[in-house]
């Protein structure tokens, strides 16, 4: 073990409270001692001066190992504190360390053996000078020499000689003779070379792309071309010489049949001439006689003649020429059609007639001469006279939207236009709107409580809830129509409070926008604002039916009750609908009521069957609507517009003959049409009633399994009462939608 030369120790032996021996071994200055305590005996063990050596030795160990920090030995700093950043240096007296300021360069120029700047030493590099004794920048290279001299070895030679493909390089020259090669042979020369080349030649250009050059344009006499050249080109000529004066030379005089011209030539030349033929006996040719507008005349030829032809204008069409500007005696609307029009006529002016006494020839009238003398029109409309109008003999009851109207433009300072009726306020000729408003719920509204909104402007009084003033209500959510009911039970349901002049609705829990309309009651209300009523489908099925004949399709089938005849009994098409009229039908049936249509159906896919559906009743129990059922009639499934007291929508089925009524009865007090359907799942052999007014919102209103597959689905009305009140069924449309 090595320690540290002058370090002071100190042994000391002591005993602790238990009896115990121990032995301290201190080193160091005072101040800066390291002790290490080491038990060397314990009581009741015999000392032994091997255990008091071995104690020692560890004890030593113990302290030397401690001494190898920085800080612990003798002659260095105390402490880090204060010292960041700075160097570790001998102290001045040079007898131990201290932290102090390093010296030294931060760069290369700050070097004492460097260049002091890097001005001016651009590009060069770093050498040791001339006498090793500092470094400098230089730009010098390697001295000249020669290709094949002694500075190349054979391996560089070799390489050179890799990278050329007609000479091979040696140590004897520098110099290579290359092999014959193209002129335009772009390995062999460079862009440079193919410039200076085309620098000495003024008829043509060199690329690199090929050897040969063709020359560009230059005169047929000029320089370009020697003697010899001229002469093998007269060789060629026959009716003139070349020389080299002028590169031009017009062929002499001769005729067009003449040996100038060969057969070929002139059997070109007849091939365009369509009335003559030209030979090599002359070259006059008179044309044949050809009608004036005939294809010989080409349409510059008329454009020209007509120049010459002041009151008619020829055409390719025929030899003849008509008057354009004429008045024709079986032309219609030719004065119609004239632009000008005089508004104002005054006596002094003139028309074109034709006299009756003297056989229909044409002569002038000066409008004071006509009968009545100063002019005035007496089948005229007037401003001041009253029931010209009214007295008119013919009347339209039925105008359509081209008709015209006359009228005056308000914009225009009241000038007489003509109007068409499609093209008044309200399009076709519906009734425009009393009341056009807007509102909406947010979706913070708790879902199925009453929400009420206020309109701005009031219909009118008087009328019921839903046609106030001789006025149809009409309400769209998100653009669907609404079903009016007092109070609102379901979400497509809204009620019209005349007293507060509000809308309710029952809330959704979801955004939505609402449309509130007013129009006339005798207005097509149904088609207004892109609110269309339900269109057919552009593809029907089998089943539908629009009844917009006046028979009933073949297709269809009455029960074994027949036709509803008799005293308050009837069916009819009218308008397209489907009207079926009935009352007392106390038997409980569908099969044995004489008001029931059916067709038959096959389901072995999914299927809806639909049809919108209105109800007049003044009695209970009153029934219209849309039905399924086996070929027994003993099972059947029903959804119907019921009467008790108020329309209210109701479902009802029957097994085995055994009805039940009533098993789903919703209180919406349907004042207006109402789509009813029934729909088929294939997959779960499951029936389900809908209702609403817009076929894309349908509400599922109840689910059956009926154990029986459907074949039948019709229309009825149903009275399951004793009186004699009829109950009045109308139907708009019957449509399947088959998956």
Known sequence: MTIKEDLVAAFEYYADTSGDLYLRVSFGEPGHRIEVDNVVEQTGQAWTPPSFIDGLMEAISTVVSAASSFLALSD??????????????????????????????????????????????????VRVNAGATALEFSSSTTSAHALGGAEHTASTLANLNSKITDATLDTATASRP??????????????????????????????????????????????????????????????????????????????????????????????????????????????????????????????????????????????????????????????????TEKAIPVATDWLLGEDSAALNAKVKIQIGNLPGGSGTDANAIHKTTANEIAALAAEKTNPVGTDWLLGEDSAALNAKVKIQIGNLPGGSGGGDPLVEETFATTGAEDPSDPVSFTLTKTPGGGGSADTPSGYHLLVYRNGNKMGYANPPTIYQEYYYDSVNNEIDILASGSADAYEVLMVEATSSWASYAGHPEDAPPSSPSAYDDEFDGSTLNPSWAWTAAGEPTGAGHSWSIKNSRLTLIGNNDASGSPSTASHTLWKPISLSSDALFVSKVS?????????????????????????????????????????????????????????????????????????????????????????????????????????????TVSTIGKFEWFRAVIA
């Open 76 to 125: 260095t700093p105390e402490d880090y504190i204060g010292q960041a950043g700075k160097s570790v240096i001998v102290n001045p007296e040079e007898t131990g360390l201290i932290f102090g300021e390093g010296g030294g360069a931060a760069t290369f120029t700050g070097l004492t053996d460097t260049p002091a700047s890097y001005s001016g030493s651009a590009l060069k590099y």
């Open 178 to 339: 290359a092999l014959a090669h193209g002129l335009g042979d772009a390995a062999k020369h460079s862009s440079t070379t193919l410039a200076n080349l085309n620098a000495l030649l003024t008829d043509a250009t060199l690329d690199d792309t090929a050897g040969t050059r063709t020359p560009t344009s230059h005169a047929l006499a000029g320089s370009a071309h020697s003697t010899d050249t001229l002469a093998n080109l007269n060789l060629k000529i026959t009716d003139a010489t070349l020389d080299d004066a002028s590169s031009t030379r017009p062929p002499a005089a001769h005729t067009l049949g003449g040996a100038a011209h060969s057969a070929d030539t002139l059997a070109n030349l007849n091939l365009l001439i369509s009335d003559a033929t030209l030979d090599t006996a002359g070259t006059a040719r008179p044309p044949t006689s050809h009608a004036l507008a005939g294809s010989e005349h080409s349409s510059d030829t008329l454009a020209n003649l007509n120049l010459k032809i002041t009151d008619a204008t020829l055409d390719d069409v025929s030899g003849n020429r008509t008057d354009a500007d004429a008045f024709h005696t079986l032309v219609k609307g030719e004065i119609a059609g004239l632009p």
């Open 615 to 723: 109800m007049a009743a003044l009695t209970n129990y009153a029934r219209a609507g849309i039905l399924v059922s086996d070929n027994t009639w003993d099972n059947w499934y029903w959804i119907s517009m019921c009467h008790w007291d108020y329309n209210s929508i109701e479902v009802s089925y029957c097994v085995g003959g055994t009805p039940t009524y009533n098993v789903v009865i919703s209180p919406v007090n349907i004042a207006t049409d109402f789509i009813l359907g029934i729909s088929w799942n294939n997959a779960t052999s499951q029936l389900r009633t809908h209702m609403g007014f817009d076929l894309d919102n349908l509400v599922a209103c109840h689910t059956y399994t009926p154990g029986w597959i459907p074949i039948r689905a019709g229309l009825f009305i149903y009275h399951l009462s004793s009186n």
